[in-house]
Structure formats: C-alpha cells, structure tokens
C-alpha cells in the first residue's frame, strides 16, 4: 500500500546542533574557514549505516575541533552527528549520535605508517677543505662538545639538542641547539647565561666537530610575593620562556618586571603594582617580585567622542572592549584597548579618512578602583576620493591597466583599495603570461584627493615547456598530471601553480607539494620547464578505538586503510568492529575517477551479524555507488545494493515482535537513482541558501530482489538572514512507497 507523510527536515537539526556546539567557541568561529568538501573516509562514522547511502559532510569549528555530518541520500530518517577533538596528532576523543544506534563516544588512536619505504641514499660526508666556512659544511658530526662542563651535566645537555652524532650537520640545528643550552641554563635558574656555538673540523679534515662554549653567569633564585600560587607557577613558567627566548636580559629586570605588570593587566587587573627587588652576592642572587593586583576593573561605560561619518553601533561592532551588561562583565585591558584604536583607524581609513587620528581615550577610574568610564576619541579628518591614474610606460596600454586595476576618477580612495588594485593588476598581468611581474601603488595627497600612481614591471614573458615530475616513488605519473591545472604551450601563471598545488595536496597523498619554474638551458626565450616536486606520505593508516554506546554498550574497533593501491589513489580499507551484541566486518574500496572521468565509485561490502531481544540475525550487504558533480550545486548518485537478512536463535515468543518489526529471511536488491542540490553558505552554520534531495529506489527480482516494490524520499530547505540579524529557515520532508 502506498504511503505519504510530510515532516520538519532533519537538515535543521544539524544547523542548530553546530549552533549550540560552536556557540561555545565564538572567538575561534571568527577565524573558521569555509566548509571544506574534502573526501572524507566512509569509515570516519562508527554507526553501521551503509556508507553508499550517505551524504557526509566535514567542518573544523575551533582549532583541533571538528564536526562530521551525515545524512541519507534521500529522505530517510537517519542521521549521524560526530564531534572529533584531536587531542594530540595520534589520539582523539570523540562523541556521536545516531538516530538508529543511540549515543556514544570513545578515545581512537590514529597511526599512518609504510610497510616499505624508499630511502634516498645519504649524500657521502665530504673533507672539509682548508679555508673553508666551516657553518656551510655539509658533513657528518663526529662529535659534540661542552668545554669545561662536568661530564654529567653535559650528558643531560645532549639529550635535548636537535644535533646528534653521525648524522649529517645543519647550520639552523646549530643555533636551534644553542637555544635549547640556554634554556636548560635559565631553567637551572642561570638567566643571564651565554652560550656560544662553536664548529671546527674532524680529525683529517672528516666531518665536523661542534662545541658549546657556556658562560652560566650567577645563579638567580626567583621569588614572588603577593599573589596566588597558581599565578606564581603561570609566572615562573613564562618568564623562563621569555628569558630563554631572549639574546639579552637587563641586569635591572626592567623588561621582566613590565611584563608581569601586563601580565596582570591582561587579565583586568587595570592597576596592578610591581615592584622589583634584587639581593645577594654576585654569583648567587635574589630577584623578588612584589605584587599588588589590585581589583580587576570593570568597564562601566563606553562612549565615542567626534565620530560623524561612522555611526556609534558600526565603531561598537569594530572594538573588542565592551561596556558591562546584564550577559556578562568586561574588564579594562590596555593592550586590547590600544588594538580597539589601531582597528578604529583602520575602519576610517576603510572609509577613506586617511588623516584620521584617535587620541589618548580618556579613563575616569571610580572612587572604588573597580570600575571605569571610557571614551573613545575620533579626529576624522576628511574623505579623499581619486582624482587620476597614472601609469609608468609598458607592453599594456594605461586603459588596459585602468581596468584591469578596478579604481577609477572619484572613487573613495583607501590603503585597503590600493593594495586591491595593486593585486588585481598583478593577477591580470599573471594571466597575461607574467607570473614574475611587479605592482607598486602610491598616491599624492591633494587637499581631499589623491592622485595615484602605478609602476609596473612585467618581467619576462613565461610559456610552459616541459613538466617534470619527481619525488613520486609510488603514485603513477598520470595521477600528478591530471591534477595540474596547465598544459605546455599555456602561459605560466602562479595562479594555475598554485591551484595545481592545492589539487595535489587534496589527494592527501603528499606531505610536501613544490612547483616551480626554471630556464630551458641553451634556449633563450620564454619557454619555462616546470618543475612539480612531491614528498610522499605513508600510504597506510591504522585507526584503533575503543569507547561505549548506549545501544550495543562497549565496544573496540579496528580500521586498516592502504590510501593509494597501486599508486592509483585508491582506497581500500578493512574495519572491523566488536561488542557484546554485534560482530561488524566491513570491506571498502574507493575509486575517486571511475573511468578516468569525476566520477568518484563506492564499493561496500559488510557482514553483520546482532544479537537483539528474542532473536538474532545475519547481515550481509553489497553495494555500489557513483556520483557526478554534474554543475556547480548539483550533485546526481547511481547506486546499487543486494543484501541478504537470515534470523536464527529466535527464543519462544518473539513472534509477535519480529512480525511487529516486519523481520524475515529476505534478500532485497534495488538500484537506486539520487538529486542533490545544495547551495547553503554553511551546511552547519547556514545563513542563506537551498537544500533539495530526491532518491528514487527500484526493487525487483532482476536486481536479486525477492519482493518488488519502489520507494521515493525527497526533503529540502530554505534559510535566509536579513540584515536586522534575524534568520528565517523551513523545511519539509516527503516520502512515498
């Protein structure tokens, strides 16, 4: 019989539950990038949903924090909602919900490693010649030394440097090693230490020999008075970062008494008192903080003073110091108040107020010291507009280059429209076949106007000759090449380098993507060899979890994954997960160019077996599929699937159950044919655009099927934001069989 219903789409809940999730995070979701359509592995969701009927979407809402979404093709009910927090590069923690298998979460362990890897072979050590620089050599470390240093503690020393015997010596390493002495003497409480790298050659001129020469200086105890011994620790523990990190510290701790004062003030403590104290003898010594707080300071009021052309709630919305209100407290912090003046010129000169000054902001501090009103002052000075375009002489005509610049007579004139012409200039001259050309802006102020003037310098003209490709032990040549965005013959633009770049590091396949361009030796002209330089990543990957779920209760899981078979970019992934109710064994190939076309493929192939309440079934599924981004938005999917459901152990009145459930031994296969459009901003966090889905699935016997019946699902959304700040969303959902 056929059926029908209309609901409230699920496509909404995920917008509001990233909502509710990233409200927690407002100041990292300024920083968040759009939403990337990066392949996501089918297996990132632990719920047994099969992955050719998902629609999976990925987005890193805070530093580290991530949020996995997937739904049904169609308009089927279920839905997965993952959060992953990467703890540290191999583990993380994880939380999920499934509308079919509960709630759960876990900790994984993420491994990618190489089963056999190729090794360049080491360059061999050379002599080191008479003469020569020695911090240029290039040789092997034969030794290294701490001068007058008793032998234990340079044993401890040792470990700590990124230098080690026989292996090949790196300038930076020496004075990255340099920085880890100083460290280890300011932690010892020598701050005023020295440390001086020294190279020299090998015995017969084999290798080199570095040495440390140190000087630790007096030995200081460093003690704070006044505040808490969480702040105490903080403050230690900073300011043998800020010691260690610097090529001098004063005699005085001039420096080092300011920053505990801002350290202080950077947490509200407006009027926070630091006083220094130094005793002892020369080689052994007291440095004493004495600290005051004081009460933090709250901003009681904010006002702006002498702003006409730019509203008060437009110059609100610019500084990050706020006003108290009845949703939180704000404190008086002077280094966010000097970048809250430095963002308010900035908009000004936006606006073109390129005069614009902002005074000394006037702090009256209340009688108590805990509050404060603040006043933000504002000279504008006026508004310049363009008054002309110039431009030095060249192969382009000024009226190409006035064009290609976007600025014309009487437009508002700005640094930030400046620099915008100057890097629309330099991508039209890139297209144009001149990737090394040269833009510099600069404009003479009038009375109210400026006159501005480019100097151009196309360079050498550039066409692309030959491409070579190295680094690529493993991956085929063809697959580098079809990622490239230019052919020979085509200009030499940085920006198809720079796509071509983006395209390689999308594979996932490599850790380090390089292409330049160089001369064709012995041919004068414009032609250019380009040059694409990869480094390889391990191919495999190995994931191990273990965690709970309030449906099958604890659970470990096992996922093994080879990320480019034969050098082709292909998957193929074995996961296998057990609990006390449920085996899962899943097989999982992906081809992301079926055909050679931008036609990525699914094959899944999954044996379940489930124990439930009165009975218990095998699972085994099959299933292909192929999608096809056939216009911007659009997406259509091809899918086929068989599986087949055999119950056994049905215990003695679960009859009733499994008819209720409509559970049988049953083998359903269907193809099935899915529209997808999706035009949202943000399918998380979505402010304006459209989501429509449609599948249409066709059960027969001459699919494997042994019942015959069709299903249709289609859902879709609305969401639009006005500019009041409110956001208008809808949704439906439709399903037929």
Do not use: C
Not at 246 to 254: L, T
Not at 665 to 687: Q, S
Request: charged residues 30%; proline residues 5%; without cysteine.
């Amino acid at each position: 019989p056929g059926t029908s219903g209309l609901d409230i789409t699920g496509d909404m809940a995920a917008s509001y539950f990233a909502s509710a999730l990233t409200g927690l995070f407002e100041t990292q979701l300024k920083k968040v990038f759009r939403l990337e359509r990066v392949r996501i592995n089918a297996y990132a969701l632990s719920g047994s949903a099969d992955p050719t009927t998902q629609l999976t979407l990925g987005k890193e809402v805070a530093d580290n924090l991530f949020i996995i979404y997937s739904t049904e093709l169609g308009g089927e009910e279920r839905q997965i909602y993952k959060v992953d927090w990467q703890v540290t590069r191999k583990f993380d923690l994880t939380a999920e919900s499934d509308s079919e298998a509960g709630v759960g979460g876990g900790l994984e362990f993420t491994n990618r490693f190489w089963l056999k890897r190729h090794r360049r072979e080491p360059e061999p050590a050379r002599p080191v010649e008479a003469g020569e620089n020695l911090q240029d050599v290039a040789g092997l470390i034969q030794a290294i030394r701490f001068p007058g240093l008793p032998a234990e503690q340079a044993g401890r020393i040792v470990k700590k440097l990124p230098l080690r015997e026989g292996e090949p010596y790196q300038r930076a390493r020496l004075f990255e090693g340099a920085e880890e002495v100083r460290r280890f003497y300011v932690e010892e409480g020598r701050i005023h230490a020295a440390v001086e790298p020294e190279v020299s050659a090998g015995p017969d001129g084999d290798g080199v020999i570095v040495s440390y020469a140190v000087d630790p200086g007096p030995e200081f105890e460093v003690r704070f008075q006044g505040v808490k011994p969480k702040d105490e620790k903080s403050l230690r523990k900073e300011l043998e970062r800020l010691w260690a990190e610097s090529v001098f510290v004063d005699e005085d701790f001039e420096e080092s008494e300011s920053w505990v004062r801002r350290y202080f003030q950077e947490r509200g403590y407006y009027t926070a008192d630091v006083l220094l104290e130094n005793s002892g003898e020369d080689q052994r010594r007291v440095a004493s903080f004495v600290i005051d707080p004081g009460p933090r300071v709250e901003v009681r009021s904010l006002t702006f003073e002498g702003n006409q052309a730019i509203p008060d709630d437009r110059l609100r919305r610019q500084v990050l110091t706020t006003a108290d209100s009845t949703f939180g407290r704000d404190y008086l912090i002077p280094e966010r108040l000097e970048k809250d003046l430095v963002a308010i010129r900035n908009l000004y000169r936006d606006n073109g107020h390129l005069l614009v000054r902002t005074p000394a902001p006037r702090i009256r501090l209340m009688t108590a010291g805990d509050q404060v009103e603040l006043v933000l002052r504002v000279e504008e000075g006026p508004r310049f507009t363009v008054a002309g375009l110039e431009f030095n002489e060249g192969p382009f005509t000024p009226e190409q280059l006035a064009g290609w610049s976007g600025l014309a007579t009487g437009n508002l004139f700005s640094p930030r429209a400046l620099l915008e012409s100057e890097g629309r200039l330099r991508a039209a001259l890139d297209r144009e076949g001149y990737p090394d050309a040269r833009v510099d802006g600069s404009g003479i102020l009038g009375e109210d106007t400026v006159q501005v003037r480019f100097t151009v310098t196309p360079g050498p003209p550039a066409v692309v000759g030959d491409i070579r490709i190295q680094g690529n032990h493993r991956t085929q040549e063809k697959i580098i090449r079809r990622e490239l965005t230019f052919k020979r013959g085509q200009p030499v633009s940085r920006a198809r380098l720079l796509e071509s770049q983006h395209n390689l590091y999308r594979l996932g396949l490599f850790s380090l993507v390089r292409i330049g361009y160089e001369p064709v030796p012995d041919r004068p002209g414009s032609e250019r060899t380009l040059v694409v330089e990869v480094r390889e990543s391990p191919p495999f990957r190995l994931r191990v979890g273990a965690g709970y779920s309030s449906e099958y209760g604890a659970r470990g899981e096992v996922v093994v994954t080879h990320e480019n078979v034969g050098g082709y970019d292909r998957s193929l992934t074995l996961h296998a997960r057990a609990s006390e109710q449920e085996r899962w064994l899943q097989v999982l190939i992906e081809e992301p160019r079926l055909f050679t076309r931008k036609w990525p493929a699914l094959i899944s192939i999954v044996n379940e077996r489930q124990e439930e309440i009165g009975f218990s079934f095998r699972r085994r599924s099959d299933a292909f599929r192929v999608e096809h981004e056939f216009r911007p938005d659009w997406k259509r999917f091809f899918r086929y699937n068989l599986q087949r459901v055999d119950l056994f152990d049905i215990q003695a009145g679960s009859e009733d159950l499994i008819q209720e459930q409509k559970l049988e031994d049953l083998d359903l296969g269907d193809i099935g044919f899915a529209l997808v459009r999706d035009n949202r901003d943000d399918p998380f966090l979505t402010r304006k655009g459209q989501y429509l889905s449609a599948e249409l699935r066709m059960f027969a016997p001459l699919f494997g099927s042994d019942a015959s019946f069709g299903k249709f699902s289609a859902r879709g959304s609305f969401t639009r934001t006005f500019k009041g700040g409110g956001t208008f969303a809808s949704g439906a959902r439709l399903g037929l069989a």
